[in-house]
């Protein structure tokens, strides 16, 4: 809109100039302004599509100077129901917790992409592009981490961890919370191979494994010579 607008300044400009027409007959200010606001229009817009996360105060303002400029435009309310619910997702994946064995953060990681991947398309956020990123590396660390320990590498299993903390970080800093305490879990076992994911008991988080707290196990009655066992 703002080329089409002034690619016809030139030629207006000549037409008014040979024909000696007056303002009224070819308002060529009108034209001018006409073209400042859509410029102003097209700054707004990149704003919104390039601060939407990185900066959400200057990604409303801008949406309200839109609507200064152009009030009767159905747009900017659909711009900002599109930026409340951006906000209202991030909002809920800050305090995401996973399950104690941790069995729904692949499914929960995958769903996050699928949320946010629409609003990917039509912003073009650096910050939001690297939480994407960081959620599909995330999903390969955990991965790796199953498979890491499942045969009892630490190593691997640690290294796994530590990345996928770093992806999430941003977007989940919960998440992050508890992935660095099933890595310090991870450091000082004995046996990496309980807090698989695959085929074992699951991770061991806060004191449970798999999500059920282990029943104490006491040392076995035994009968005296000549008594008789205790009726149930």
Request: hydrophobic share 40%; with cysteine; net charge neutral.
């Amino acid at each position: 809109m703002v080329d089409r607008l002034t690619a016809l300044q030139a030629p207006l400009t000549t037409l008014t100039v040979k024909n000696s027409l007056s303002d009224t007959q070819l308002p060529l200010g009108a034209l001018d302004r006409a073209t400042n606001a859509a410029m102003a229009l097209a700054d707004c817009m990149h704003v919104v599509g390039r601060q939407a996360v990185t900066s959400p105060a200057d990604a409303r303002d801008a949406v309200q100077s839109s609507r200064a400029i152009d009030p009767t435009n159905p747009a900017w309310d659909e711009i900002e129901h599109l930026l409340a619910g951006l906000y209202q997702r991030l909002q809920t994946y800050q305090t995401y917790t996973p399950t104690p064995d941790g069995a729904d953060i692949d499914g929960w990681l995958t769903q996050t992409q699928a949320e946010l991947d629409p609003y990917r398309q039509v912003l073009f956020d650096d910050t939001l592009d690297s939480m994407l990123a960081g959620v599909k590396s995330a999903q390969s660390k955990w991965k790796d981490f199953a498979a890491a320990s499942i045969v009892g590498n630490r190593g691997e299993a640690v290294n796994a961890l530590t990345q996928a903390i770093d992806n999430v970080s941003m977007l989940s800093p919960t998440l992050s919370g508890w992935l660095s305490h099933l890595r310090s879990v991870v450091e000082n076992t004995r046996y990496v191979e309980r807090h698989a994911l695959y085929g074992g008991v699951g991770p061991h988080v806060g004191g449970r494994v798999g999500g059920v707290r282990p029943r104490p196990v006491g040392r076995r009655r035994t009968l005296g010579r000549g008594r008789a066992p205790d009726r149930p």
